[in-house]
C-alpha cells in the first residue's frame, strides 16, 4: 500500500505565489514519482488548472478560508487540518508555523507532522504588533507541537534552538537550471549593455526603498530594472512608478510571472541586487544564482550562508553604499563574469531540486507510519 501524504499551507498545486508554491511543485511529482498518494491543500482560484507542468497523480483540494491579509492563513490552514483529519493521511507536511495552532489537532488524531517554519515572521516590518504576536505564538505551538522542524537555512535552525529550545533538519530550496535565454521582446533594448537589476516582493525588509534612491544614480549610467510590487498598492509602488516615468533609464515591470523573461533577465544583468534581509534560503537568490547573476547583497547572515565562498559583494541597507557596489560591479566585466561562475557553482552544488525532494521524502518516510505504530499501540 502507498504512503499517504497531505500537504498543507500553501496556495494549492500548482501555484506560483511564493516559496512555497515553488517547492510543493517540485515535491509533490517527485513523491509521486516515488510512489506516494499525495493531497495538495490550496485555496480557491489559486492554482493553474491548465499548467503545462500539472501532474494528475497529485490530488488537488481547496477549502474555504477567509480572505484576509492577517487571517486568510490561519483560516484556509484550520479548514485544510480539518478536512485531512477526516482523510486520514500517514504524515502531513505543513508548510508555516503559523499554522502551529492546529498542529494539536493533528496530533489527537494521531497524524504526523513534518512543519517548515518559514522565515522568522515576527520580525518583518510588514507585520503590525497583533500579527507578529500571532505568528510568534504559532511558532511556540509549532516547537511544542510538531514531530519533526525544517529549516531552509541553518542560521533559522540556530535562532529556534536558541528561541524555542528545538531542533531540526535543514532543508533549503533548490532551483532550475537552464540553458541561456534571449530576452523577451520588451526587453531588447538591454541586449549588449551591462543593466542593473532588482528582484522583491516590496516589503520594507527587502530594501526597496533604498534601492529605489540608489536607482536615480545607477540609471545615469546605466539601464535600471526593477522587478515586483506589493501587490496591493501603496508607496512603493508609486514610488516606483514615479521613479520610471521620470527617467527613461528606469524599467518597472511590476510581478513578472513569465519565469522565461524573469531567468533571461537574470542571466544577462551586469549586476543583480539582493536586497532581502529577513528569512532563511531565499527561492529568488537561489534561482539568480542558477542563472549566474552577478549579484551583489545585502549583508546579512542569511545571505553570507547562501552565497559562502562565491566573492559576491555584501553591503549595508545604505543608497549609496548600494550604488557604488552596483556602479563598480556593472564597470567591471572581468568580475561580472567570474561571479557568475562562482555562484552557478554555488547554487549547483547546495541548492538542487534534486537533492531538496529527496531530502523532504526521506523526512516524512521516517514518521509516516507512526500514526498505524500509536493505534496499534493503543
Known amino acids: 500500500m502507498s504512503k499517504r501524504v497531505a500537504i498543507i499551507g500553501t496556495r494549492g498545486y500548482p501555484s506560483y505565489y511564493g516559496g512555497f508554491e515553488t517547492a510543493v511543485r517540485h515535491i509533490a511529482p517527485h513523491l509521486a514519482d516515488a510512489g506516494w498518494d499525495v493531497t495538495v491543500y490550496g485555496r480557491p482560484g489559486q492554482e493553474r488548472v491548465d499548467d503545462p507542468s500539472l501532474d494528475h497523480r497529485v490530488t488537488r483540494r481547496t477549502t474555504r478560508g477567509l480572505e484576509s491579509r492577517s ?7 484550520l479548514t485544510a487540518v480539518l478536512d485531512t483529519i477526516q482523510r486520514r493521511p500517514d ?4 508548510m508555516n508555523c503559523a499554522n502551529g495552532y492546529w498542529l494539536p489537532l493533528l496530533r489527537l488524531a494521531g497524524i504526523p507532522t513534518v512543519v517548515n517554519v ?14 507578529k504576536a500571532v505568528f510568534k505564538t504559532g511558532a511556540r505551538a509549532t516547537a511544542r507541537f510538531a514531530d519533526r522542524l525544517v529549516f531552509d537555512a541553518d542560521a533559522i535552525g540556530d535562532y529556534w534552538r536558541r528561541e524555542f529550545g528545538r531542533s531540526g533538519v535543514m532543508i533549503p530550496y533548490g532551483g532550475t537550471e537552464s540553458d541561456v535565454l534571449p530576452l523577451h521582446p520588451d526587453d531588447t533594448h538591454l541586449a549588449g549593455r551591462p543593466f542593473a537589476l532588482v528582484v522583491a516582493r516590496f516589503v520594507p525588509e527587502n530594501t526597496v526603498a533604498e534601492f529605489l534612491v540608489a536607482a536615480e544614480r545607477i540609471a545615469e549610467r546605466h539601464p535600471v530594472v526593477i522587478v515586483g510590487s506589493t501587490g496591493y498598492g501603496g508607496e512603493l509602488d508609486a514610488a516606483a512608478q514615479d521613479l520610471a516615468d521620470r527617467n527613461p533609464g528606469v ?6 510571472s513569465d519565469d522565461d523573461r524573469l531567468f533571461a533577465l537574470w542571466q544577462h544583468a551586469g549586476a543583480y541586487f539582493h536586497g532581502h534581509s529577513v528569512g532563511g534560503t531565499n527561492p529568488a537568490l537561489v534561482q539568480a544564482m542558477h542563472c549566474g547573476a552577478p549579484t551583489v547583497a545585502r549583508d546579512t547572515v542569511y545571505n553570507r550562508e547562501v552565497l559562502a565562498g562565491t566573492g559576491v559583494r555584501f553591503v549595508q541597507p545604505d543608497p549609496g553604499a548600494i550604488a557604488d557596489a552596483v556602479l563598480d560591479l556593472l564597470a567591471d566585466p572581468v568580475e561580472q563574469e567570474l561571479l557568475r561562475g562562482s555562484v552557478r557553482d554555488r547554487a549547483r552544488s547546495a541548492y538542487t531540486w534534486s537533492g531538496v525532494c529527496g531530502a523532504y521524502e526521506h523526512a516524512l518516510a521516517e514518521h509516516a507510519g507512526v500514526a498505524t505504530r500509536q493505534a496499534v499501540a493503543a
Open 71 to 77: 487571517l486568510s492563513t490561519l483560516t484556509y490552514g
Open 118 to 131: 518559514d522565515g522568522i515572521e515576527w520580525e518583518r516590518a510588514k507585520w503590525g504588533r497583533l500579527a
Open 251 to 256: 524599467s518597472w515591470l511590476g510581478h513578472v
Open 91 to 94: 504524515v502531513a507536511l505543513v
